[in-house]
Structures are given as structure tokens and as C-alpha cells.
């Protein structure tokens, strides 16, 4: 079925949510929303949750395969036939009072089947159609994306009618992240609608039945054994990166790990693997998904891996090449670890040319292997659906980076902080190698790598190159134990969840996951970012500049100090709601009060302001939030004569303000009125 790569139903909070909903329809439909809007973008697992609620609808209502069989031929129609916006049944209930339904389902909600209709006139029609069935025989399940709604929200606010205006404004304020503790399942005010955000919840958590998480369970499907030859027996053996990374992800700690790193890279970005990312991350971890697309896909990974050992054990005797030369390079690049992190700096490139040049060392294999792969990487692009996301994975997680304190687990027994792994590899590649060679913690195309990089690093070392070219051989020496270190730390640092920011991202994924339990972490966040906001307990902000706008001369500017702005937990409420993906905080007072969204890049920020970090030396983005909350929460204070009593608006250099006294605005000069 199009909706199950794994053959399997991947079992989701939604999908629990729509096997009972179809169960309350049939057996109590008075108290059960008729309209039901599944809300998100491609890749979030829309077809699943079409097909899974045909079937179970099909189930209930004794239909005997027939209603399942007509929506399908719908949507899915034979090859030259276009498929139908809206798929249209109808099915009668045997359970309870007999009674008949009208079912209608919209798969995707961007598709126009219309001449003289847009997509969102088409929305707002068949959402208008659905509130007025006066026998309330409708069910409506559609699958819409955000755009959609906001275009039909457009229209309808132009063109009417008011209750279908009502609805979508409250659909849209429900699935955004200020939604807060406002019902999607049944709509607040709406008890005929649900609305799921599809794009919300992570497929890296485990539901909330305890269930296993969804990724984890494609990953389980992928890592079957019966789809695997044995570890050692595909055509390259050990070498094979694919066979390697399947062997490493099997055990009892790789995958899971493996799950931890991208959960933290979906709190770090704000981004979220969609089940479409996911398989085809999988497909590029395990199968190296752009390995064989020069061959048109005509030998599979193991063979491929197996072209580049053989490539790799001709070079023995043979002049240098790019090609050849490179090949133990791509191996190891290939390992799954090195693939998640691959961001190497092409910046070196040229001035190690150079180096090598005239050090003699381009007719050297492990040189000019070195050289081609910081120029094209692994040669293996990632797919473009995913290219992004591992860019953004490795900016944020990159074990290279990693906090020197942290330790990583070398045996079963063994633990090594990684500044003790970069003092070995600072005085030698052989000194690292050595220290790692007896845990057997590398894999074998990583052992036999190390090893070459270590006599070319010996070869560096030579009293002969030493004195002719010292700053050339100390460059490329320095580069090649940075290198090497790099790579160590990318290995080790992914198969142990050991990567920059660790401490901080495991605290802030106790907030998002934690709720309203972490009242500690979050209370702390809370005061941070008061302090951020206010300034000597007084909230100062600029009436003279619009936000983003640099601050004008001292003599020119009017600002507005006012009492300090509390900042306290936004309460959550998942009743009727999915897991939200970050926290919110509440700031001001009444009428004048905000939201801001705690990211992670805030978190982090007021973390290390706590130890030590300048406050001008604060990402732009932070800078750039603390500027908009402090621009919204302006607007209503000045015009809140209330807020005003405490107020007063500072203006240019001399010291005089205005305060708003018995009513009246009047100038204070020093103290005096």
C-alpha cells in the first residue's frame, strides 16, 4: 500500500486518535466531530492516515470491504486517470439507531479539480457545506496544509460567509504555535470539528501509549537481519561501510543513540524529521543512496564499497591518482557516523596544495587521497530532500566540536574524555591510534586510515623535510593530526550521543518533553530572560526606532521606562492537544501581555550569559527576539493609561522626562514639576 514502506501500520498518537474517533462515530455520533482537518505539509504521513481510517471505517460500519473498495478506486484510479479532489461515499450504521453517513474525504486539499475555483474557495465551500448539514450526515476528513488555510482564511475574510471566517480563524490560531492550552480535538467553540497538526509531534518519541517511537521502528525494520548478509560476508568484507554501519546500529546502544542525535537536532533548529525525511535518511545511512547513481543503480552498495577496496589495493606499485588514491577515504566517509557529519573545511584546499607541492609529498597515496577528499568529500551528495537538514545537523551537533570535558564510552568498561584524545593526536596521528587500537572502538577502514595518516605524519617528522620546508611540513602536519582528531571525535562522539551542546540540549529536551513537571528548569529559563528584557528592574524600550532599526543619537532618542515586565511559564495543557515542540513563557501584564517562545538558541544563550558570555556577544537571532518582545509589549503599554500611571518617557540627553500626572502629560526637569 503507497502509504506503508515498511508493509506495517507505524503506530502514532494520530493514528490511536483516528481508530477511536471512528469507534465514537459509529457508536455515539452525536457527541463525535463530523469535520475532521488533518493539518501539515508533504512527508507527515497523510496517505497512512487516510488509508488506516478507510479501513477501520469500513470495519465499523460492517461494510464488508465494499466502502473501503469504492474510496479506493478513487484515489487511487487507474493509470490515465486523474484522482478526484473530494472521495465520495456513503455507508449506513447497524450499531445503536440506525443511521446514515455521507462520507467525504479530501487527501490533499491543494489539489483544484474546479475550473473557476481556487483551492481555498474550494476549502471554505466544503467546510461551509459541512456546518450547514441540517442531518448532520456529513463526515468530512480532509488533509490540508497551512498555506491553504491561510489562503481560504483570506477569502472567506473578504467574501464571507461569517461562519466559516469563524471556524477557519479559530482552526489556524489553534494548530500555531501559540495555540497554548486551546482544544484541537474536538475545536474549542467547534464540538462538530477536530483539527490535528500533522507537522507538530516527533516521530523520534515514543507516543503517549508507550508505544515505540515511529522512527525507531522503521529503523528496527530496516536493520532486520534476514535483510542483511552476514557481518564480513558481502563482497567487501569489513571494509564495507554499509555492513559496518548496520553491525554498529544493531546493538543496544547505536540505534537509540542514533534517535537521540536527531531528537536533539529537531530541538536545536526547530525543524522536525518528517516520516518522508526519515526513510530517506535511512536509505542514505545504510545504503549510501547516491553511491551507485553513476552506474545507473546497477550494482548494489556492497559492490560498490567492494569496487573501491579493490581500487584501494591496486595503488600498491602505481603513480598516484585522484581516484585511486582516495578510494580508503570514501570507505570510511561512507560509514553512517561520517555521512551525519561530513562537513569537512574546503577552505585548506588550496594552501595544502601548495604545502604538498613543495614538499614533494603529491606523488604520496595518503597525501593526495587527503587532498582530493577535503576538495569533493565523500563524493557521495546526500539526496536533496535531506541535504539541508544534515547541513544544519552537523552546524549544530558536530562531535568535532564537542565540549573537551565530555567523555565517551571506548569499551564496556572505559570511559576517555575527549580532551585525552586530543592530547594524543596534538603530539602524534600514531600516539591517538595507539591509545584507541587496543578498545577496538574504530572500525576497520577507520583502523587501517588512522594508520596510513600516522606515516605520513612519521614522514613529516623526517629531519630531511624538516629543515628544508619547516613551516610547509609543520602546516600539513598540523592539518593531517586536526584531521585525524576530526574524525576520531565524529565516530566516537556519534555512537555515544557525544556532541556539542550535549549537557545543554539534554536539559532543554527535559523542558519540551517534561511539561509542566520541569517547573525548576523552566522557572530558572523565566528569570534569565527577565533579566534579558529588563534593565535595573525597569523595562526601557525606544519610541523613536521600529524594530531592527539601529538606535538613533542620544540627544534624539525618547524611551519609555516602565515597571519591570514579569516572565513566567506559559501553562500546558496536552488534553485534545499534541505534545508542543518547544515552551512558551508569558511576559507583561494584562492586556499588554506576550508570548515568547523559549528555542533552544534562547535557552542556550541565557546559559551561558549565567556563565560569563558578554551580552553583546549574543547570536543575532536571540537579539533579534528580545527586540521584537520588547517592541510588542511597547504598543500596549503606551496606550494603557493604567500602565502609565507607573510609566515615564525619558527624553534625549538632558534628563527630561514625561509622566502622565492627574491626567495630563507634564515635562519633569530634574526632579521638579
Given at each position: 500500500?503507497?502509504?506503508?514502506?515498511t508493509g506495517q501500520i507505524l503506530k502514532t498518537h494520530l493514528?490511536?486518535?483516528?481508530?477511536?474517533?471512528?469507534?465514537?462515530?459509529?457508536?455515539?455520533?452525536?457527541?463525535?466531530?463530523?469535520?475532521?482537518?488533518?493539518?501539515?505539509?508533504?512527508?507527515?504521513?497523510?496517505?497512512?492516515?487516510?488509508?488506516?481510517?478507510?479501513?477501520?471505517?469500513?470495519?465499523?460500519?460492517?461494510?464488508?470491504?465494499?466502502?473501503?473498495?469504492?474510496?479506493?478506486?478513487?484515489?487511487?484510479?487507474?493509470?490515465?486517470?486523474?484522482?478526484?479532489?473530494?472521495?465520495?461515499?456513503?455507508?449506513?450504521?447497524?450499531?445503536?439507531?440506525?443511521?446514515?453517513?455521507?462520507?467525504?474525504?479530501?487527501?490533499?486539499?491543494?489539489?483544484?479539480?474546479?475550473?473557476?475555483?481556487?483551492?481555498?474557495?474550494?476549502?471554505?465551500?466544503?467546510?461551509?457545506?459541512?456546518?450547514?448539514?441540517?442531518?448532520?450526515?456529513?463526515?468530512?476528513?480532509?488533509?490540508?496544509?497551512?498555506?491553504?488555510?491561510?489562503?481560504?482564511?483570506?477569502?472567506?475574510?473578504?467574501?464571507?460567509?461569517?461562519?466559516?471566517?469563524?471556524?477557519?480563524?479559530?482552526?489556524?490560531?489553534?494548530?500555531?504555535?501559540?495555540?497554548?492550552?486551546?482544544?484541537?480535538?474536538?475545536?474549542?467553540?467547534?464540538?462538530?470539528?477536530?483539527?490535528?497538526?500533522?507537522?507538530?509531534?516527533?516521530?523520534?518519541?515514543?507516543?503517549?501509549?508507550?508505544?515505540?517511537?515511529?522512527?525507531?521502528?522503521?529503523?528496527?525494520?530496516?536493520?532486520?537481519?534476514?535483510?542483511?548478509?552476514a557481518y564480513g560476508a558481502c563482497p567487501a568484507r569489513e571494509?564495507?561501510?554499509?555492513?559496518?554501519?548496520?553491525?554498529?546500529?544493531?546493538?543496544?546502544?547505536?540505534?537509540?543513540?542514533?534517535?537521540?542525535?536527531?531528537?536533539?537536532?529537531?530541538?536545536?533548529?526547530?525543524?522536525?524529521?518528517?516520516?518522508?525525511?526519515?526513510?530517506?535518511?535511512?536509505?542514505?545511512?545504510?545504503?549510501?543512496?547516491?553511491?551507485?547513481?553513476?552506474?545507473?543503480?546497477?550494482?548494489?552498495?556492497?559492490?560498490?564499497?567492494?569496487?573501491?577496496?579493490?581500487?584501494?589495493?591496486?595503488?600498491?606499485?602505481?603513480?598516484?591518482?585522484?581516484?585511486?588514491?582516495?578510494?580508503?577515504?570514501?570507505?570510511?566517509?561512507?560509514?553512517?557516523?561520517?555521512?551525519?557529519?561530513?562537513?569537512?573545511?574546503?577552505?585548506?584546499?588550496?594552501?595544502?596544495?601548495?604545502?604538498?607541492?613543495?614538499?614533494?609529498?603529491?606523488?604520496?597515496?595518503?597525501?593526495?587521497?587527503?587532498?582530493?577528499?577535503?576538495?569533493?568529500?565523500?563524493?557521495?551528495?546526500?539526496?536533496?530532500?535531506?541535504?539541508?537538514?544534515?547541513?544544519?545537523?552537523?552546524?549544530?551537533?558536530?562531535?568535532?566540536?564537542?565540549?573537551?570535558?565530555?567523555?565517551?564510552?571506548?569499551?564496556?568498561?572505559?570511559?576517555?574524555?575527549?580532551?585525552?584524545?586530543?592530547?594524543?593526536?596534538?603530539?602524534?596521528?600514531?600516539?591517538?591510534?595507539?591509545?584507541?587500537?587496543?578498545?577496538?572502538?574504530?572500525?576497520?577502514?577507520?583502523?587501517?586510515?588512522?594508520?596510513?595518516?600516522?606515516?605520513?605524519?612519521?614522514?613529516?617528522?623526517?629531519?630531511?623535510?624538516?629543515?628544508?620546508?619547516?613551516?610547509?611540513?609543520?602546516?600539513?602536519?598540523?592539518?593531517?593530526?586536526?584531521?585525524?582528531?576530526?574524525?576520531?571525535?565524529?565516530?566516537?562522539?556519534?555512537?555515544?550521543?557525544?556532541?556539542?551542546?550535549?549537557?545543554?540540549?539534554?536539559?532543554?529536551?527535559?523542558?519540551?518533553?517534561?511539561?509542566?513537571?520541569?517547573?525548576?528548569?523552566?522557572?530558572?529559563?523565566?528569570?534569565?530572560?527577565?533579566?534579558?528584557?529588563?534593565?535595573?528592574?525597569?523595562?526601557?524600550?525606544?519610541?523613536?526606532?521600529?524594530?531592527?532599526?539601529?538606535?538613533?543619537?542620544?540627544?534624539?532618542?525618547?524611551?519609555?521606562?516602565?515597571?519591570?515586565?514579569?516572565?513566567?511559564?506559559?501553562?500546558?495543557?496536552?488534553?485534545?492537544?499534541?505534545?508542543?515542540?518547544?515552551?512558551?513563557?508569558?511576559?507583561?501584564?494584562?492586556?499588554?501581555?506576550?508570548?515568547?517562545?523559549?528555542?533552544?538558541?534562547?535557552?542556550?544563550?541565557?546559559?551561558?550569559?549565567?556563565?560569563?558570555?558578554?551580552?553583546?556577544?549574543?547570536?543575532?537571532?536571540?537579539?533579534?527576539?528580545?527586540?521584537?518582545?520588547?517592541?510588542?509589549?511597547?504598543?500596549?503599554?503606551?496606550?494603557?493609561?493604567?500602565?502609565?500611571?507607573?510609566?515615564?518617557?525619558?527624553?534625549?540627553?538632558?534628563?527630561?522626562?514625561?509622566?502622565?500626572?492627574?491626567?495630563?502629560?507634564?515635562?519633569?526637569?530634574?526632579?521638579?514639576?
Amino acid at each position: 500500500m503507497s502509504g506503508r514502506p515498511t508493509g506495517q501500520i507505524l503506530k502514532t498518537h494520530l493514528l490511536k486518535r483516528l481508530e477511536a474517533w471512528v469507534q465514537s462515530l459509529v457508536q455515539s455520533p452525536e457527541q463525535t466531530p463530523r469535520l475532521v482537518l488533518l493539518v501539515g505539509g508533504p512527508g507527515n504521513g497523510k496517505t497512512e492516515a487516510i488509508e488506516s481510517t478507510i479501513d477501520w471505517l469500513d470495519h465499523a460500519l460492517d461494510c464488508n470491504n465494499t466502502l473501503r473498495q469504492s474510496l479506493r478506486e478513487q484515489l487511487m484510479p487507474e493509470a490515465g486517470r486523474a484522482v478526484p479532489r473530494v472521495a465520495k461515499a456513503e455507508a449506513q450504521s447497524s450499531a445503536g439507531t440506525p443511521r446514515r453517513f455521507q462520507i467525504r474525504i479530501v487527501q490533499d486539499a491543494s489539489v483544484e479539480d474546479a475550473p473557476n475555483q481556487s483551492r481555498a474557495e474550494l476549502l471554505a465551500e466544503e467546510l461551509e457545506l459541512a456546518l450547514s448539514d441540517p442531518e448532520a450526515q456529513l463526515v468530512y476528513l480532509a488533509c490540508v496544509n497551512r498555506g491553504v488555510l491561510d489562503d481560504a482564511m483570506i477569502h472567506v475574510s473578504e467574501h464571507g460567509p461569517a461562519r466559516s471566517r469563524g471556524l477557519l480563524q479559530a482552526i489556524i490560531q489553534s494548530v500555531g504555535q501559540g495555540g497554548g492550552s486551546a482544544s484541537c480535538w474536538p475545536l474549542e467553540g467547534y464540538p462538530s470539528v477536530a483539527v490535528w497538526p500533522m507537522d507538530v509531534e516527533s516521530l523520534l518519541t515514543r507516543t503517549r501509549d508507550g508505544d515505540p517511537a515511529p522512527a525507531a521502528a522503521i529503523l528496527a525494520e530496516a536493520l532486520a537481519e534476514e535483510k542483511w548478509a552476514a557481518y564480513g560476508a558481502c563482497p567487501a568484507r569489513e571494509l564495507c561501510p554499509f555492513c559496518t554501519g548496520r553491525e554498529l546500529l544493531k546493538g543496544t546502544r547505536g540505534s537509540p543513540e542514533l534517535m537521540l542525535l536527531l531528537r536533539w537536532h529537531e530541538l536545536a533548529t526547530a525543524k522536525r524529521w518528517t516520516f518522508r525525511d526519515f526513510f530517506t535518511l535511512v536509505s542514505y545511512l545504510l545504503a549510501g543512496a547516491s553511491s551507485t547513481s553513476e552506474a545507473g543503480r546497477s550494482e548494489s552498495p556492497c559492490v560498490w564499497a567492494a569496487s573501491l577496496v579493490e581500487l584501494d589495493a591496486s595503488r600498491v606499485g602505481q603513480k598516484p591518482d585522484a581516484r585511486r588514491s582516495s578510494a580508503v577515504f570514501l570507505l570510511v566517509g561512507s560509514l553512517y557516523q561520517h555521512q551525519l557529519f561530513a562537513r569537512w573545511d574546503a577552505r585548506v584546499v588550496r594552501r595544502l596544495r601548495e604545502d604538498l607541492r613543495e614538499l614533494g609529498l603529491l606523488d604520496n597515496h595518503t597525501a593526495l587521497g587527503l587532498l582530493t577528499f577535503l576538495r569533493n568529500g565523500s563524493g557521495m551528495r546526500p539526496p536533496a530532500m535531506i541535504e539541508g537538514l544534515l547541513d544544519s545537523l552537523c552546524l549544530a551537533l558536530d562531535p568535532a566540536v564537542a565540549d573537551p570535558a565530555l567523555e565517551v564510552s571506548i569499551s564496556s568498561t572505559t570511559r576517555l574524555k575527549l580532551r585525552d584524545i586530543d592530547a594524543r593526536f596534538s603530539q602524534s596521528v600514531g600516539s591517538g591510534r595507539s591509545l584507541l587500537l587496543k578498545y577496538k572502538c574504530l572500525s576497520p577502514s577507520e583502523v587501517e586510515l588512522l594508520g596510513r595518516l600516522a606515516e605520513l605524519d612519521r614522514e613529516l617528522s623526517t629531519p630531511a623535510l624538516r629543515r628544508k620546508l619547516p613551516d610547509a611540513a609543520t602546516r600539513v602536519q598540523h592539518l593531517l593530526r586536526d584531521f585525524a582528531c576530526r574524525l576520531v571525535r565524529r565516530s566516537l562522539g556519534t555512537k555515544c550521543a557525544v556532541t556539542r551542546d550535549q549537557q545543554l540540549l539534554s536539559q532543554y529536551q527535559r523542558i519540551v518533553e517534561g511539561g509542566n513537571q520541569e517547573s525548576e528548569l523552566v522557572l530558572s529559563a523565566a528569570r534569565e530572560v527577565s533579566r534579558l528584557l529588563n534593565t535595573n528592574d525597569k523595562f526601557e524600550v525606544s519610541l523613536t526606532t521600529t524594530f531592527g532599526q539601529p538606535m538613533p543619537p542620544a540627544t534624539l532618542r525618547a524611551m519609555l521606562i516602565t515597571t519591570k515586565q514579569f516572565v513566567k511559564p506559559r501553562p500546558e495543557s496536552d488534553e485534545g492537544r499534541p505534545i508542543p515542540p518547544m515552551r512558551t513563557l508569558r511576559v507583561g501584564r494584562n492586556s499588554a501581555e506576550q508570548t515568547i517562545a523559549l528555542t533552544f538558541d534562547l535557552y542556550r544563550s541565557i546559559r551561558l550569559l549565567e556563565a560569563g558570555l558578554s551580552r553583546g556577544s549574543l547570536p543575532t537571532e536571540v537579539n533579534a527576539l528580545i527586540d521584537a518582545t520588547k517592541a510588542r509589549l511597547s504598543g500596549p503599554i503606551v496606550r494603557d493609561p493604567e500602565a502609565l500611571e507607573d510609566s515615564s518617557i525619558e527624553l534625549g540627553a538632558t534628563g527630561t522626562r514625561i509622566e502622565l500626572i492627574g491626567g495630563r502629560f507634564l515635562p519633569v526637569f530634574g526632579g521638579a514639576k
